[in-house]
């Protein structure tokens, strides 16, 4: 569904940073991105809970890429960047060459990490304000 394009874009937008902390730590990538949000239109801008309704064009913004991104950073200061890297390598073994929704990856977080990152997620995806950057409670 382009209704779940947070799903890949968020992820390699959060991945960029996360590789970043890693060869160049005290870089700031996470903080640009920050500084980047602005609030959405609506509440579907970045993860409508639909799927095949929306135009897939649409779909196609920049807090698409900034709020996924940041969502995952969020979940990383929770557990650690480590324990998401698990979640990842998870997520992604189980649904290679398949389909996945954003739903599937909220379900592995909560497998791998014990934690239920649904209010994490509806903060830094369908929440119209911006989001203060901080670890997801």
């Given at each position: 569904?382009?209704?779940?394009?947070?799903?890949?874009?968020?992820?390699?937008?959060?991945?960029?940073?996360?590789?970043?902390?890693?060869?160049?730590?005290?870089?700031?990538y996470f903080a640009n991105l920050a500084r980047a949000l602005t609030p959405l239109p609506d509440v579907d801008h970045v993860w409508p809970q639909s799927c095949g309704v929306v135009d897939g064009i649409a779909m196609i913004n920049t807090e698409v890429y900034i709020r996924g991104g940041m969502f995952y950073r969020a979940l990383a200061l929770r557990p650690g960047a480590d324990e998401v890297d698990t979640v990842l390598r998870t997520f992604y073994e189980q649904h290679v060459l398949g389909a996945a929704r954003f739903s599937d990856m909220l379900a592995t977080i909560e497998a791998v990490t014990g934690y239920d990152a649904s209010a994490c997620a509806e903060t830094w995806l369908r929440t119209i304000a911006v989001a203060p950057v901080a670890a997801c409670d």
């Open positions: 569904c382009w209704e779940d394009m947070v799903l890949s874009e968020g992820t390699i937008t959060y991945l960029t940073g996360r590789v970043l902390d890693v060869i160049q730590p005290g870089n700031t």
